[in-house]
Every structure is written in C-alpha cells, then in structure tokens.
C-alpha cells in the first residue's frame, strides 16, 4: 500500500493510494493505528504532495556503502547523524541552496519509515516494526560539514531533507535498488543488498540508546560519489518499488548572513 | 508567567503557575496561540511534571562559555548540534547512564523557549520571539563523543536532555545566572553575560538556515569544566528567576548491546 500527504490549503492530508494508481483516498486518524479510509476519491494528477509523514525525529547513517568510502576505513559500528524535521521537503517542493553555503551535494537513499515504537529491539524486531520506504536525498553542504563541529547545518538546512512521493508498504529491506539522476542522468546507482550495515541492524543499533516512535524516519546511507547541485537542475532519486522523488534546485536570494 | 506539563494518568496536561506557586491552573489550546486557562486548580505538590514543552526540534550550543574551552580556541561562529526529541526528561526523572557508554557527564545549561517562528532572524528579532527559559541539563557521553564521527547518541541517548521544571516567561537573557550541583555540592556556576555568543546571536545565527517553530528548544552552552554522573547521584541545575531542575541517576541494568 502506498501512502502519502497532499497540500490542501495550508494543511497536509493523509492520504492512501488506489490500486490504479488515478486516485487517493483521505485517511483520518492515525497511520499506525486507528485510522479510517474514507470513500472520496481525490485524483491524484494535479494534487501537490508535501513530506509522506512528520516525523519526530530523522536519523541517517554515513559511511554505509563501500562505494561511498573513498580512502576512509569502514566503519565497525553504523555512524549515525540527526537531521531536524524543519529540513522536511515533498516531491515538486525545490531544494534551496542556502546562501553563503559553498558547495552543496546530493545524496539519494532508501528511507525507512518507522511504524512501531522500538527501543533495545533485535534486528528481527527492529524488521517487523518497519511500515514502508521511500526515497529521500540527504542534501548536504559540504564546506560546512568540514568547517563546522557537527553537521547540524550541513545536513539541516532548511529543504536538505526531501523525502517521497510517497511511502511503498510492501517492500523487504534486504536488495532495494537506489539510482540518483541529475537532469536525467544517472549518478548514482545500489542496492540495499551493498549496505555495510543493515537496515535491520541500524535500526537495533539506533534503538539501543534511544527510542524510536512510529513515524520516525531514517535515512539508510548514500553510495558512490555526489557532486554539487546547481541552481536550475532537476534532481530525481529513484528508489525501486518506490517511485521517483523530483526536486528542482535554486539559489537562495539574499546576501549571506554575517558570521 | 511559568508554565509547565504534569502527568495525568498517561498524558501529559499543560498548566500555568498561580502567583503564589502552590496551585496550577491546566490550559488548552495552543501556549504559543489560542488558549484558555481554566478555573481548575490542582495543588502543585505532589504533581509529577514532564518536560514543560515538546519541541519539534532541540538545538545546542557547544563551546560557549571561555571557562569550557581549556585549550580549544573559541569559535567564530556559534557550534551547534542536535539532540533528538526522545532525549527530553521532565523534572524528578532519572538519567539514565545507558550500557556500554562509559563515562557520562553533566552539563548544566540554561535552555532557552520559542515562541513565535523564526527564519533569517535579526538578533532583536530572535530576542522578541522568545517565550521564556527553562533548566536543562545537556548529558553528554564523552567515550562516544569522542569515538564516534557525530554526536547522535552522545548527546542523544534517552534522558540526555532533561529540562524544567517549568518555563519562565518573564525573564531577560542577557544575565541569568546558572549553578550546577551534584549531592547538593556546587560544581558549575556562571551568568549569561559570560556567553561567547549571546543568545539572540545563537537563534539568529540558526535561524539564518533553519526555521525554528514554536516550542523549539535552545541549549545554551555550559561552563566550566565537568564531572562523571555516578548511579544514586542527585544532580540538578538552577537558573537564577527559574528554579532547580532535579534528576537522580541510575545505572542501566542490561548487557551492553554487541557492537
């Protein structure tokens, strides 16, 4: 089943898909428990989507395809990192490149979508807990991730975490095919299969120092190497079962803030 | 006016403080909007409070007091980080030293409310949108601070981040004095005049790529240096026009999870 939110007015509706994919289905009350389908059919071209869920927190893994390595050693334990919900962005919605950034990259990744709460949970319970996948680009400012401390700007600027179309319930986590394209040209290309870490075990690793509630969401890691994103490109992440997340990439108008 | 949240049951009610601090009054709607304080009074003794907010996101200033640097050099810009959601503990909670951390230090803060959205904030901007002040204390793992590549779980364990024990609105940031204790010792002590970057720099300099929401929550950086937390410990920050926001320790009672 395919879920997702659309923009109606200046509120998000959830919403799930229709078999034929034409139409969606409003949805009131909540996702990972009671909920109801209701029988209005909302034709689904024309809708604008915004992020398939909120979450309450986003965790992401670095360093977790080979691929993506270059000259640094792999890691023993999954190196995780928080991006804050305010760096939400839906399909169609444009990743702003923030002034006085420096160089800012894509990385497309399978994102996982938590349906129940987990905390000290066993890979197989951290699996059963899954509710769905989406596509999700970790947009990340590379001059302030070496510049800074943390990544909290980095990897949180606002618009640095577009996650959709929507969220593909009926997926296993083990050989999920990923490819990024930059104006229709692929750049990069795995399959979950390539992980270093495990989506199960990332989530048991995460969930045994904190908890993780339904809705929360974590970005499994980038492969290969990303290049800087330009005003006027259109980036696209393909996630296999999934779909494709499009995001279009502007300048952000304004004179840098004074540091 | 302070607020706060006590525990009803299995939810967590809002409430503002009589003038003469022995009752509440529980209030609906939004803190931050449309709300009404009811006629209700509940006696405040014998409450169980609950972090006074739930922010959408926890941001942190690292490094900004001169007595924390030792021999690091003090950063041009504010070094901020992350803390996740699920790290929030209320007043009276225990931190909880997670298995396999190693050492886990205190780090007592002042934790500053928002109030009203921010984005590409002025510093008289920030300073107007700020709803008041709370105790926090900044639980930091200092092995996996130092060993791992991000401060995910270092700074982000569950109970890393208590605060209260309610929220004071009439306050002004420029020079709030902050202690620590351990065992009823004093261990840290400082005033906000002391910060390298004041906090309407620190939201303006957030705000200048991130939007911070009302409800959203800024550790403010700590003092000093700082010590192990030992299971049975008392530890609790004050915050001088605020109060003294306690937590006990306790060891957690499990094999550390294989790494």
Redesign the interface.
Same mark, same amino acid.
């Given at each position: 089943m395919r879920w997702l939110r659309y923009w109606q007015g200046d509120t998000l509706r959830t919403a799930v898909m229709e078999a034929s994919q034409d139409y969606v289905r409003p949805v009131s009350g909540d996702p990972f428990g009671e909920h109801r389908v209701s029988d209005e059919r909302v034709p689904l071209a024309g809708l604008r989507l915004g992020p398939p869920i909120a979450p309450?927190?986003i965790?992401a893994v670095?360093?977790n395809y080979r691929s993506h390595l270059s000259d640094r050693d792999e890691?023993?334990?999954p190196?995780?990192?928080?991006?804050?919900?305010?760096?939400l962005a839906g399909d169609g919605d444009a990743i702003v490149l923030?002034a006085g950034?420096g160089r800012v990259d894509y990385e497309g990744e399978v994102v996982v979508v938590i349906g129940r709460r987990l905390?000290?949970a066993t890979e197989a319970e951290a699996l059963s807990a899954i509710f769905g996948y989406t596509c999700g680009n970790d947009v990340s400012a590379r001059d302030w991730q070496n510049g800074?401390?943390? *990544? *909290?700007?980095a990897k949180?600027?606002?618009t640095f975490a577009p996650i959709g179309p929507w969220i593909e319930t009926d997926l296993a986590p083990s050989d999920i095919s990923l490819r990024t394209l930059v104006d229709g040209e692929e750049r990069q290309a795995a399959t979950t299969a390539q992980l270093i870490h495990s989506i199960p075990k990332v989530l #048991?690793?995460a969930s #045994?120092?904190?908890?993780?509630?339904p809705g929360d969401i974590v970005f499994t890691g980038t492969p290969g190497t990303t290049q800087p994103l330009l005003p006027g490109q259109m980036v696209e992440v393909e996630v296999g079962g999934v779909g494709r997340l499009r995001n279009s990439v502007t300048g952000e108008h304004?004179a840098p803030?004074v540091?």
């Amino acid at each position: 089943m395919r879920w997702l939110r659309y923009w109606q007015g200046d509120t998000l509706r959830t919403a799930v898909m229709e078999a034929s994919q034409d139409y969606v289905r409003p949805v009131s009350g909540d996702p990972f428990g009671e909920h109801r389908v209701s029988d209005e059919r909302v034709p689904l071209a024309g809708l604008r989507l915004g992020p398939p869920i909120a979450p309450s927190k986003i965790v992401a893994v670095a360093l977790n395809y080979r691929s993506h390595l270059s000259d640094r050693d792999e890691p023993g334990n999954p190196e995780l990192f928080l991006k804050p919900p305010s760096a939400l962005a839906g399909d169609g919605d444009a990743i702003v490149l923030p002034a006085g950034a420096g160089r800012v990259d894509y990385e497309g990744e399978v994102v996982v979508v938590i349906g129940r709460r987990l905390r000290h949970a066993t890979e197989a319970e951290a699996l059963s807990a899954i509710f769905g996948y989406t596509c999700g680009n970790d947009v990340s400012a590379r001059d302030w991730q070496n510049g800074d401390k943390q *990544w *909290w700007r980095a990897k949180g600027a606002d618009t640095f975490a577009p996650i959709g179309p929507w969220i593909e319930t009926d997926l296993a986590p083990s050989d999920i095919s990923l490819r990024t394209l930059v104006d229709g040209e692929e750049r990069q290309a795995a399959t979950t299969a390539q992980l270093i870490h495990s989506i199960p075990k990332v989530l #048991a690793f995460a969930s #045994a120092v904190m908890t993780l509630e339904p809705g929360d969401i974590v970005f499994t890691g980038t492969p290969g190497t990303t290049q800087p994103l330009l005003p006027g490109q259109m980036v696209e992440v393909e996630v296999g079962g999934v779909g494709r997340l499009r995001n279009s990439v502007t300048g952000e108008h304004r004179a840098p803030p004074v540091q």
